[in-house]
């Protein structure tokens, strides 16, 4: 049988091609989506996420902060509905964007 990953629909036979697992939607969202071009690197949305935030709470926010904050809100609301998906999705993908962050990957 054909590898059929390369078409959504797999109109050539019909098929449905395997769901992606929760890692690798992460990684698909964070590493080779659209984020980075729409957003720019993880440093600089979340250094810019940080300064506003600094502005509303009138205290120093770093970037790395910004995101373990963004990670809190997806547990809390893994907490209200484990099932959805979505959560546990990003819950992953701002692990990956605090490692970035962290590692200074330039990608």
């Not at 904050?69 to 893994?78: F, G, H, N, P, T």
Request: proline share 7%; with cysteine.
């Amino acid at each position: 049988m054909a590898d059929h990953e390369h078409c959504p629909d797999c109109a050539c036979c019909g098929q449905k091609p395997k769901p992606l697992t929760v890692e690798q939607e992460a990684s698909a969202i964070t590493r080779e989506g659209d984020h980075q071009r729409i957003y720019g690197h993880p440093r600089d949305d979340y250094t810019r996420t940080a300064a506003m935030w600094l502005a509303i709470l009138g205290t120093e926010v770093t970037p790395e902060k910004a995101v373990l904050c963004m990670v809190a809100l997806k547990i809390s609301r893994l907490c209200h509905t484990p099932e959805h998906w979505d959560n546990l999705v990003d819950l992953i993908g701002y692990g990956i964007v605090y490692d970035r962050i962290v590692r200074e990957d330039p990608e």
